[in-house]
């Protein structure tokens, strides 16, 4: 694990020490630690839901039965052995 320092004022810094009181942390890095892997998760919901988006206005829905798979395969065997 690597270090990193951060600078905060005194009213950010007192924040932090009553959320680690009362939300039972056991050091300002494991908050911090906190914070960033929900923004992370925020961030991966948002481009999830981009991508959805985009696949519905993307046009009609085409089913991705066996068959649907099966030609892909075999699409792709024609391709590499080329």
Known sequence: ???MNISL???MKAFVDVQIQERGYGSSS???RDLIRNDQIRQAEQR???LLQEGLESGPAIPADEAY???KR???RRRHSA
Request: net charge negative.
């Open 1 to 3: 694990m690597t270090t």
């Open 9 to 11: 004022p005194d009213s």
């Open 30 to 32: 494991e908050y911090v």
């Open 48 to 50: 999830l839901s981009a």
């Open 69 to 71: 798979w099966a030609n």
């Open 74 to 76: 075999e699409a792709l």
